[in-house]
């Protein structure tokens, strides 16, 4: 059974950063892509970030790009958000959510959750001072 769980959400200051985890079980993490999204409240999802299945590719959305980190380790099965730079557009619920291949790639319009493998359960992101 595939599991992911989210966790070092919590609130921050504008201009602050936190780094989200995401711990992966039940499936061949090393061999999948893995993505970031997010939910605003009262919005649908966004996509954040993806990382290819290895780590080499990493594609981001605009409003992140430079200030967001997609990384992982394959060893300990662990997916990571770094995210710095954070302003109250940032507030969200962010998810983890496994790929359909080990290809990562930057995406485009609408994510729904039939779009990804799994998703986990999500954690909070607030940033206000």
């Known amino acids: 059974q595939v599991r992911l769980v989210e966790s070092g959400g919590g609130l921050v200051q504008p201009g602050g950063s936190l780094r989200l985890s995401c711990a992966a079980s039940g499936f061949a993490f090393s061999n999948y892509a893995m993505t970031w999204v997010r939910q605003a409240p009262g919005k649908g999802f966004e996509w954040v970030a993806d990382?290819?299945?290895?780590?080499?590719?990493?594609y981001y959305a605009d409003a992140v790009e430079d200030r967001f980190s997609i990384t992982r380790d394959n060893a300990k099965n662990i997916l990571y958000l770094q995210m710095t730079s954070l302003t109250p557009e940032d507030t969200a619920v962010y998810f983890c959510a496994q790929g359909t291949s080990k290809y990562g790639s930057r995406w485009i319009g609408t994510l729904s959750r039939r779009d990804r493998s799994a998703w986990g359960q999500g954690t909070q992101v607030t940033v206000s001072s």
């Open positions: 990382i290819s299945s290895g780590g080499s590719n990493r």
